[in-house]
């Protein structure tokens, strides 16, 4: 007989298993033994559980490589792979070969899982808000509606067609409540209301986050701790990438005010010459760490990265791109090599050049994180929502990042046409994203139908990632 695995299932579950797979990471008594009521009789109750959430997402089924440098990046063809590689039949789109359905299939569980422990959370935290110190309560609850949000709009992405083809499409189950019953699928369009619903309240609540009311010229150790929490500018972005999702004239309004937001605050900073500069590689900033919004912390994250990106035994493993193709995205030809991007991340391992974007070193000065959301994206949702009504100001803005990437003596040309401001602006996204899971979404939203360096034409059979077949099955799923 089969076993029903639905949403409600994932729910019904989720608890249990996080909380006992962070016993070891919280040093205390295992909370698989803890009555839900005894957890949340205190703050640090709320926050062990963040934490826990914080940790399930950092998995390598997740974002400690699925969601970012793995199966992601692959499906946006930036990698050569090699004959053998666990991802081929990804890189054809193949999402019915066991190896890959069960990366998929894990996505799903994952996120719905990281979603039950938030929505439990938010089932107690308005039920005694003195428990909490200072701005704490606000902040906690700010942060779980922001995280619950943003995950449902990953899998919306992911396992449902682009609101840009289809906005009355079957999307996905938006939960908000912790049960065990099933969650109706909701619509693209729907799903995208429920998004700007609880990210806007969410926001609200974040006007308590000490990264908000700081000046910008006091934020540096502040940045350096809430970018690894849904701060309050982490929801600033999603929401713009939430309206230029939809990517109507009226949305993309919308994306533009809440990129320039994060923009103009200026909370984060651009990567300083200083971190890039040094002889010695330890001391490089790759990730560009200052002007992250959100990150993840992974835990051994050298032993995570090291089969993908050195020179070892086994080459099918290797996530890299080819020189050629490296060499075309950063534009070699016209001049382009001091790019840092281009420049820092493809280095010799052993007699090879491999792309070196998470490089670890032991006591190296950056490490041990991925990065989530990017301050410069903030800069290329602004520039397309300027393209028509702007274009000189969209050109500034993307100008601003390659400036700040030290092409500084390539200036684009102010009067580009819309086509020019928009194929700079792909570039860029290529360029800046490249190994961090989010070209994908940059070609399912605008329809395209050739994705670079695929054979394969772009259709709601690559662009949308089979749900689970139980949850398909048993919850009523199109």
Avoid at 152 to 172: D, K, M, Q, V
Avoid at 196 to 210: F, K, N, Q, V
Avoid at 234 to 251: E, F, I, K, P, S
Wanted: include cysteine; glycine fraction near 6%.
């Amino acid at each position: 007989m089969k076993r029903k695995i639905g949403v409600f299932n994932y729910l019904f579950l989720a608890f249990g298993l996080l909380i006992a797979g962070c016993s070891d990471y919280f040093d205390v008594r295992p909370k698989s033994q803890v009555l839900v009521e005894e957890l949340f009789e205190s703050e640090q109750g709320y926050e062990d559980q963040l934490i826990g959430v914080y940790k399930r997402m950092s998995a390598t089924s997740l974002y400690g490589k699925e969601m970012t440098f793995g199966l992601m990046e692959v499906l946006s063809q930036n990698y050569e792979l090699p004959t053998g590689s666990a991802y081929e039949e990804a890189a054809k789109y193949n999402y019915r070969n066991i190896g890959i359905r069960s990366i998929v299939d894990a996505i799903w569980l994952e996120m719905y899982s990281a979603i039950a422990n938030l929505n439990i959370m938010l089932k107690y935290i308005d039920k005694d808000p003195s428990i909490f110190s200072g701005d704490n309560y606000a902040i906690y609850k700010g942060e779980a509606l922001g995280l619950r949000a943003f995950l449902h709009f990953e899998l919306l992405r992911i396992f449902a067609p682009a609101y840009t083809s289809n906005p009355n499409a079957g999307g996905i189950p938006y939960v908000t409540r912790y049960m065990t019953g099933v969650t109706p699928q909701s619509t693209v369009a729907e799903v995208t209301d429920l998004l700007i619903r609880d990210l806007t309240m969410a926001l609200t609540l974040l006007e308590a986050d000490p990264l908000y009311s700081i000046e910008a010229n006091e934020a540096y150790s502040t940045r350096n701790v809430r970018s690894y929490r849904f701060n309050y500018y982490a929801v600033a972005a999603t929401l713009a990438r939430v309206y230029q999702w939809r990517g109507t004239a009226a949305d993309m309004a919308e994306a533009l005010k809440y990129a320039t937001k994060v923009i103009e605050d200026a909370k984060f900073s651009w990567v300083h010459y200083s971190s890039m500069q040094s002889q010695n590689p330890s001391e490089w900033d790759r990730l560009f760490s200052s002007e992250l919004i959100f990150r993840l912390a992974i835990t051994d994250m050298d032993e995570e990265v090291e089969p993908y990106f050195y020179d070892n035994t086994d080459k099918t493993k290797r996530l890299s791109p080819s020189v050629v193709q490296w060499e075309g995205i950063y534009e070699f030809e016209k001049g382009y090599g001091a790019d840092w991007r281009y420049e820092k991340n493809w280095q010799y391992s052993g007699s090879d050049p491999i792309f070196a974007k998470y490089w670890q070193y032991e006591n190296g000065s950056y490490g041990g994180f991925v990065p989530v959301i990017r301050w410069s994206e903030m800069h290329y949702i602004a520039a397309e929502a300027s393209v028509a009504t702007d274009p000189q100001k969209a050109v500034h803005y993307v100008d601003t990042v390659r400036y700040n990437r030290y092409l500084r003596d390539f200036p684009l040309d102010k009067n580009l046409s819309e086509e020019r401001i928009k194929e700079e602006i792909y570039k860029e996204y290529r360029k800046e994203m490249i190994g961090e899971g989010q070209l994908f979404y940059y070609y399912k939203r605008l329809k395209y139908m050739n994705i670079p360096g695929s054979a394969i034409s772009g259709n709601d059979d690559v662009y949308v990632l089979p749900m689970p077949d139980n949850e398909i099955e048993f919850g009523n799923r199109n």
